[in-house]
């Protein structure tokens, strides 16, 4: 992190160490920002690229707005006559510096801001992927002293389709008492990650074989198609971000036989294949699958054609809640009568069994129960 010691000859705070800042002087704050930064670094617009916009905040009568930007030209740095020094230093490390007031208060805000966004505005990777960033922003807001149930549930609002990341969370904020514990089960859930995705594997080995198409782009159904080939896999496109275009790239590298199919011809193609394998981005107690869109009209094209629909899911995304509408257009619901299996790292379920396995694991319904609770507040 850029800090900056104020010249002795400051009009405010002479001799502390800041960010770049200054007065908004009837501009917007965005705006404003570009400007102090070209002002006190030199760097213009190019060599820098904006993270994170934190919410305001009031401090000594002053009202801050946050923002986080990456330095991509950090020689490029030069000093006016505001500030008398520079250093980067390691954020933990404002609070051995005699600082503005509030400045690692800002940095919070803006770091944490940064992590919400970038949840909120993926459309390359799925919810496994996204829940773990969800936790480690939970674990960082632990280390930063902010709340991490308030985290939580910004984390959750900014992707509603996902219920992996309320899942995770959940799981996290229901077992730890206090802000130590925590942080030991963000690491331990992060760390578990790729533990449940080769169970998965292993367990989808037997409904494997012959010609497999799946949807989207799922890393645990990758990690099941290398563990067992098929004899041919099929990815759609998947449009609007067409992930399968990379997930067929990726597969044909490792050595499998990969046929990509358009979006509009899929439902007849997977009349074709021997298996229907999908991910999950949630799944409701009753055996309702929320996933990429397009999911829903496969899954009753295959059973009308006889094909088995199955879909690899693990725990975390599983919801206590009655199905209801994704809240993404990206995604869509499809039916518990359209899925014959879903296959988790505690075992294979049918659609009618969810909700007694979701009853099982307590930390999915006290983990949700206190972010609604937060949510409410």
Not at 56 to 82: I, M, S
Not at 128 to 150: F, I, N
Not at 223 to 246: K, N, Q, Y
Not at 311 to 330: F, H, M, T, W, Y
Request: aromatic fraction near 4%; charge should be negative.
């Amino acid at each position: 992190m850029l800090v900056l010691r104020r010249s002795e000859k400051a009009r405010s705070y002479p001799g502390s160490w800041s960010g770049v800042s200054g007065y908004l002087e009837g501009s917007e704050p965005l705006e404003r920002a570009y400007t102090e930064i070209a002002e006190e670094t030199g760097l213009a617009c190019p060599d820098v690229r904006l993270l994170g916009t934190g919410e305001p905040f009031a401090v000594d009568g002053w009202l801050v707005h946050p923002f986080l930007f990456r330095c991509l030209q950090p020689e490029r740095v030069t000093l006016n006559h505001e500030n008398a020094e520079a250093r980067w230093v390691e954020p933990g490390a404002l609070r051995a510096l005699q600082t503005v007031p509030a400045l690692e208060e800002a940095y919070v805000h803006a770091k944490l801001a940064e992590r919400v966004d970038r949840v909120a505005n993926d459309d390359v990777h799925g919810a496994s992927w996204l829940a773990k960033e969800a936790v480690e922003a939970v674990g960082e807001a632990v280390e930063l002293g902010e709340d991490p149930v308030e985290v939580g549930r910004k984390m959750i609002e900014a992707r509603p389709a996902m219920g992996a990341i309320a899942g995770a969370l959940g799981r996290v904020l229901a077992a730890g008492r206090t802000p130590e514990q925590i942080g030991e089960e963000a690491r331990a859930l992060v760390a578990s990650r790729e533990r449940a995705s080769k169970a998965i594997a292993v367990m989808l080995g037997p409904y494997i074989e012959g010609v497999v198409m799946t949807h989207s782009a799922s890393s645990t159904v990758r990690e099941a198609l290398l563990h067992t080939p098929p004899d041919r896999v099929v990815c759609t496109v998947s449009e609007p971000v067409g992930e399968g275009r990379g997930l067929a790239d990726d597969l044909r590298s490792m050595g499998l036989t990969v046929e990509l199919v358009d979006d509009p011809d899929a439902e007849h193609a997977v009349a074709t294949v021997n298996l229907l394998l999908v991910g999950a981005d949630t799944v409701f107690r009753d055996g309702s699958l929320v996933n990429k869109i397009g999911t829903a009209g496969l899954a009753k094209a295959a059973k009308k054609a006889g094909v088995a629909v199955v879909v690899a899911c693990e725990v975390i995304k599983l919801s206590p809640e009655a199905p209801r509408d994704p809240g993404e257009e990206r995604f869509d619901l499809t039916e518990p009568e359209h899925i014959d299996m879903f296959v988790t790292e505690e075992g294979a379920f049918p659609p009618n069994d969810i909700g007694a396995l979701i009853d099982q694991t307590p930390f999915l319904r006290d983990g949700y129960e206190l972010l609604k609770n937060a949510a409410r507040r």
